[in-house]
């Protein structure tokens, strides 16, 4: 991988602590409108300025996050982009990427325009994030377009995709119908099962419409997770996660403390070592203060 490019270095301070809480987002943290409430965050806040050690673990990008986490003082870095980025959440700085290898990018670019397919690519230029577009090929694409102008995403750009190679490519988004979206997947996979981690789901804002994502391999909340223990001199005893969803059953092998919102998908309730509130009751944030009344 390349290394990030940044005016200094900064070194996280090893935990002084044991314990270390990581969240999902939606609808593990976050409330049924997608919002932290003020308890949450008011909580949060006095609980971190104590010296609780919290982050979250989330395929949303730092500029989703930073907006949704206004007023929320995070002193470690977030696991964002479903792991292919570890990031400081005020400043934007990139303690880890973990982006495509060059002669993958360019050979999967060429994959996808021999199938007709023109992908969205979200790079990182060694200064800052970026996510190009070159057609707006469907309805899902113009979607997805129209609402990232709407966010005033700044990351967003127009421009021939084969230009921006050169940078490190995180991530490769192809946005069509299932059924094609499922053809072209096998195809990666077939070539590229050893390089690339592929997820493909539907947007549920835009029915009928489905993403494929393809990052690296490594690039997974529980490489992230990992790497963030490592620097915190923590172990899986000292861990414990908080999910919803079944892409949370990954993260949970990983933790002795395994703990399920209420609302969660019952197939992750099952590997849960304890369910309690739901995300609509801020249930991880009360979890948390039951168990760290000290701080």
């Not at 192809?174 to 096998?186: A, F, G, P, Q, W």
């Not at 172990?235 to 002795?256: A, P, V």
């Not at 309730?269 to 168990?291: L, M, R």
């Amino acid at each position: 991988m390349k290394g990030v490019k940044i005016e200094r270095k900064r070194k996280m301070e090893r935990s002084k602590r044991n314990a270390l809480y990581i969240s999902g987002l939606d609808g593990t943290l976050l409330n049924n409108k997608s919002q932290l409430s003020e308890y949450a965050c008011y909580e949060l806040n006095k609980l971190i300025q104590n010296g609780l050690l919290f982050t979250i673990a989330t395929a949303r990008s730092i500029f989703s996050i930073q907006h949704i986490f206004q007023g929320l003082s995070l002193k470690l870095p977030i696991i964002e982009f479903g792991g292919a980025f570890i990031t400081d959440l005020q400043t934007g700085y990139h303690h880890k990427i973990l982006d495509i290898e060059a002669s993958t990018s360019e050979s999967l670019y060429y994959l996808l325009t021999q199938n007709s397919v023109s992908p969205l690519v979200t790079s990182f230029n060694g200064t800052e994030d970026s996510l190009y577009y070159e057609n707006i090929s469907n309805e899902g694409v113009n979607w997805y377009i129209i609402n990232r102008e709407r966010e005033k995403d700044m990351r967003l750009r127009r421009s021939q995709i084969k230009k921006v190679l050169n940078e490190q490519v995180i991530c490769f988004t192809v946005i069509d119908r299932y059924t094609r979206l499922k053809e072209l997947s096998e195809k990666i996979l077939d070539k590229y099962s050893n390089e690339l981690l592929i997820h493909l789901k539907e947007n549920p804002f835009s029915k009928g419409w489905f993403w494929l994502t393809i990052l690296d391999k490594k690039a997974t909340r529980e490489h992230a997770i990992r790497w963030l223990m490592n620097e915190l001199g923590v172990d899986s005893k000292e861990l414990t996660i908080f999910g919803s969803k079944t892409s949370d059953l990954d993260t949970f092998k990983m933790s002795k403390n395994r703990i399920a919102v209420s609302n969660a998908n019952p197939k992750l309730k099952e590997f849960a070592t304890e369910i309690i509130g739901t995300n609509d009751e801020d249930g991880v944030v009360k979890y948390i203060k039951e168990h760290e009344r000290d701080l």
